[in-house]
């Protein structure tokens, strides 16, 4: 079997991926440069994270996971007829799934705001609710683009599908001569809407120039549209359960104060940026290969080769958490120290950020496992792991928040991902023994 070429999709994609980053700090540094960490500012990161949360949930790697494989296997990259007719399906059931789930979230927007921002002014609060209602048709535009964009990451485009996601930052911060005291959430919220909006019609037009019909088509009742909806449907929910421990801390933190939320959330932006590139470089590269590669190796030699792996990843977020503790004050300072984020807001953002970055040696190898656990038969353990994680967060922010304030949030959220990280290597070691895994792992590519 020849070798599949690794190298130029992986400079390509990291090089989307680091823009996208990018584009998120520089737009981050413009609302941290206009409204410090005001109301307008407050209200903005509170709606973005929940926003953010639910394209983790429903797109990315829940529609990757559930496309990319069946895609691929009725021959998506040399179009034949049966792969053409499952993109189409696939489009409309992310239709049927997500229309009902954002009207019930608009729907339930009040009592989500009163969750998320109990700490916040009435007037925040509403705020907080508003903008959300504005970002939710960006979450259905993400999803619907990410069926687009596993179909080029199957064909062997993942560079291009990669600078993709640049087009929504960068049209928010194109607002930025509009953004007024009292307008720029919903300013930013609307440029936000455009950049998904261009997303999903730039995707939509190269896949019409490649030859694919990109219109939403009936679903018929096929086993492969019932597997994408059933493994779709279950990522989902697994994304959702592992979403919730952020969640947890978004709302344990909103309690205190809103001064309190908006030093928590500029001090994750970087660390879950860098989870996110990591993420991406898996769901783009590493994770359609390993579906293209049928080396038959056994269990024992799959296991010997992913817990190499694991261990790499766990040096590489070592390295990573060393990096970000020792240069955080100098980052703060660089990147928000303007405007009117002070010099009172430095030291707690830069404080916070040291103790969030501790979560990274052991989010790397929790996600490869997640990727790798999420492609097999055993998807039930990410949910009961994600909700056991949950429990925990919760539990230690009852006891820790009252304690160390912020902190205790933050130390709470760390200890979570370290259990789940720690509970999903111990489910795919028994997945792989069990030869629970039908896709092959080849050394050609290193995790």
């Given at each position: 079997?020849?070798?599949?070429?690794?190298?130029?999709?992986?400079?390509?994609?990291?090089?989307g991926s680091v823009s996208y980053?990018?584009?998120?700090?520089?737009?981050?540094?413009?609302?941290?440069?206009?409204?410090?960490?005001?109301?307008?500012?407050?209200?903005?990161?509170?709606?973005?994270?929940?926003?953010?949360?639910?394209?983790?949930?429903?797109?990315?790697?829940?529609?990757?996971?559930?496309?990319?494989?069946?895609?691929?296997?009725?021959?998506?990259?040399?179009?034949?007829?049966?792969?053409?007719?499952?993109?189409?399906?696939?489009?409309?059931?992310?239709?049927?799934?997500?229309?009902?789930?954002?009207?019930?979230?608009?729907?339930?927007?009040?009592?989500?705001?009163?969750?998320?921002?109990?700490?916040?002014?009435?007037?925040?609060?509403?705020?907080?609710?508003?903008?959300?209602?504005?970002?939710?048709?960006?979450?259905?535009?993400?999803?619907?683009?990410?069926?687009?964009?596993s179909v080029m990451i199957s064909?062997?485009?993942?560079?291009?599908?990669?600078?993709?996601?640049?087009?929504?930052?960068?049209?928010?911060?194109?607002?930025?001569?509009?953004?007024?005291?009292?307008?720029?959430?919903?300013?930013?919220?609307?440029?936000?809407?455009?950049?998904?909006?261009?997303?999903?019609?730039?995707?939509?037009?190269?896949?019409?120039?490649?030859?694919?019909?990109?219109?939403?088509?009936?679903?018929?009742?096929?086993?492969?549209?019932?597997?994408?909806?059933?493994?779709?449907?279950?990522?989902?929910?697994?994304?959702?359960?592992?979403?919730?421990?952020?969640?947890?801390?978004?709302?344990?933190?909103?309690?205190?104060?809103?001064?309190?939320?908006?030093?928590?959330?500029?001090?994750?932006?970087?660390?879950?940026?860098?989870?996110?590139?990591?993420?991406?470089?898996?769901?783009?590269?590493?994770?359609?290969?390993?579906?293209?590669?049928?080396?038959?190796?056994?269990?024992?030699?799959?296991?010997?080769?992913?817990?190499?792996?694991?261990?790499?990843?766990?040096?590489?977020?070592?390295?990573?958490?060393?990096?970000?503790?020792?240069?955080?004050?100098?980052?703060?300072?660089?990147?928000?120290?303007?405007?009117?984020?002070?010099?009172?807001?430095?030291?707690?953002?830069?404080?916070?950020?040291?103790?969030?970055?501790?979560?990274?040696?052991?989010?790397?190898?929790?996600?490869?496992?997640?990727?790798?656990?999420?492609?097999?038969?055993?998807?039930?353990?990410?949910?009961?792991?994600?909700?056991?994680?949950?429990?925990?967060?919760?539990?230690?922010?009852?006891?820790?928040?009252?304690?160390?304030?912020?902190?205790?949030?933050?130390?709470?959220?760390?200890?979570?991902?370290?259990?789940?990280?720690?509970l999903l290597t111990v489910a795919?070691?028994?997945?792989?023994?069990?030869?629970?895994?039908?896709?092959?792992?080849?050394?050609?590519?290193?995790?």
């Amino acid at each position: 079997m020849p070798k599949t070429g690794i190298v130029l999709p992986l400079v390509l994609s990291s090089l989307g991926s680091v823009s996208y980053g990018i584009a998120l700090f520089l737009a981050d540094i413009l609302i941290a440069y206009r409204y410090g960490t005001g109301s307008q500012a407050v209200i903005l990161q509170s709606a973005i994270i929940v926003s953010t949360l639910l394209i983790g949930m429903w797109s990315g790697g829940a529609i990757i996971g559930a496309f990319v494989p069946m895609f691929v296997r009725l021959g998506g990259d040399t179009k034949e007829a049966d792969a053409l007719a499952f993109m189409r399906s696939s489009l409309s059931v992310v239709l049927l799934v997500m229309l009902p789930l954002l009207a019930v979230t608009a729907l339930a927007t009040p009592h989500i705001t009163a969750f998320l921002a109990s700490g916040f002014t009435p007037q925040e609060r509403a705020g907080v609710g508003d903008t959300l209602l504005l970002l939710l048709p960006m979450v259905l535009m993400h999803c619907l683009a990410y069926v687009y964009y596993s179909v080029m990451i199957s064909i062997g485009r993942p560079g291009f599908a990669n600078f993709m996601p640049l087009l929504i930052p960068v049209a928010a911060m194109a607002s930025f001569p509009l953004w007024g005291a009292s307008n720029g959430s919903t300013v930013i919220a609307l440029g936000y809407n455009f950049g998904a909006f261009c997303m999903l019609v730039v995707l939509a037009f190269k896949l019409k120039n490649l030859g694919f019909s990109v219109l939403p088509a009936r679903p018929y009742a096929t086993q492969e549209n019932a597997d994408f909806t059933r493994i779709y449907l279950v990522s989902s929910l697994a994304y959702a359960a592992l979403a919730g421990v952020l969640i947890v801390s978004q709302a344990t933190v909103a309690r205190l104060s809103s001064t309190d939320f908006a030093h928590f959330s500029y001090a994750i932006k970087l660390v879950l940026l860098g989870t996110a590139f990591y993420t991406s470089i898996l769901n783009s590269v590493v994770f359609p290969k390993l579906t293209k590669i049928l080396l038959h190796l056994k269990p024992e030699e799959q296991w010997q080769l992913i817990a190499r792996s694991l261990a790499g990843s766990f040096v590489l977020g070592s390295v990573a958490t060393a990096f970000l503790y020792l240069s955080s004050e100098l980052i703060v300072e660089l990147l928000y120290f303007r405007g009117d984020f002070s010099a009172a807001d430095v030291a707690p953002v830069s404080h916070l950020q040291k103790l969030f970055a501790l979560q990274i040696p052991f989010y790397f190898p929790g996600m490869l496992c997640w990727r790798l656990l999420n492609n097999s038969t055993s998807t039930t353990p990410l949910v009961i792991i994600s909700t056991l994680a949950i429990l925990m967060n919760a539990a230690l922010s009852w006891y820790l928040v009252p304690i160390y304030q912020v902190e205790g949030g933050v130390m709470a959220y760390v200890a979570a991902i370290a259990l789940w990280s720690a509970l999903l290597t111990v489910a795919l070691r028994w997945t792989v023994l069990n030869s629970k895994i039908p896709m092959k792992i080849s050394d050609e590519i290193e995790l």
